[in-house]
């Protein structure tokens, strides 16, 4: 529910706000890509883990399935990436990382480890292709929450209806694989449901917002760039050097 709101809600606010004057797509710090992704999927293991609320059995599928959801991800996205565009890179093998967590989130603690790997690389190749999708149809969804968070989110949601068993969790629900159709279908209820809510209330929100206030920078302060508008100050003085035009010029 959380990541299928915040992505349904990212897409409905790039839209109403539109496309910025200038995009800076490049990562300004991949190392710190890195480290917040790997901080991510260290913590996740708290996360769903903890969901179990023991140290018990259930517990310790989720802690497994987690972390083979998010390594299914990122051997995913780098293979794709390689048949592709024969160069890996570690901002896309940590966004995949967190595609693999978002997904398998809702199956934690009711699939089976070999589900979750499935869940994970299944959720990677529905957002990848969607980030390209996406910007194609020039959606200024910055940071990708939309196909990241949201279609990853959908995807371990309706996945769950499929590969859940009570095999591993007495206290689940079997899916569609096991004989209950049922599942999916509650699934898919519910994603629409919290989609639904999600895309309304934001639209509700920046409705009554553009009524009262400035909802985006103004093109002057996009074009100065909101560190000096703002505060004043820049976080980073860059200087182009021929070396960086050469990675430049071969990226």
């Not at 390689?82 to 199956?107: D, F």
């Not at 996406?134 to 949601?157: Q, S």
């Amino acid at each position: 529910v959380v990541h299928v709101s915040a992505g349904v809600s990212a897409l409905v606010a790039a839209l109403v706000l539109g496309p910025r004057r200038r995009s800076h797509a490049r990562p300004h710090n991949v190392p710190f890509v890195v480290l917040g992704a790997s901080l991510l999927w260290f913590g996740w293991f708290g996360f769903n883990g903890g969901s179990a609320l023991g140290a018990n059995g259930v517990a310790a599928l989720a802690v497994v399935t987690t972390m083979l959801s998010a390594s299914a991800a990122v051997s995913t996205w780098i293979a794709t990436d390689l048949l592709r565009r024969r160069k890996p890179t570690a901002v896309g093998a940590s966004i995949a990382a967190v595609v693999g967590l978002v997904a398998v989130t809702p199956g934690a603690g009711f699939v089976t480890p070999l589900s979750a790997m499935l869940i994970g690389a299944i959720a990677t190749l529905v957002s990848y292709f969607a980030i390209e999708f996406i910007k194609g149809l020039g959606v200024d969804d910055t940071l990708d929450v939309f196909a990241c968070h949201g279609l990853g989110g959908v995807t371990g949601a309706l996945l769950t209806g499929v590969f859940a068993t009570k095999a591993v969790n007495p206290a689940g629900k079997d899916g569609l694989l096991y004989g209950n159709p049922s599942l999916l279908l509650a699934q898919a209820v519910s994603v629409l449901a919290g989609a639904a809510l999600a895309a309304v209330g934001t639209a509700s929100i920046l409705f009554v917002l553009k009524r009262v206030m400035a909802v985006r920078a103004t093109p002057e302060a996009e074009e100065i760039g909101i560190d000096v508008t703002e505060h004043a100050e820049t976080a980073y003085a860059l200087e182009r050097t021929e070396y960086a035009g050469s990675l430049s010029e071969a990226a």
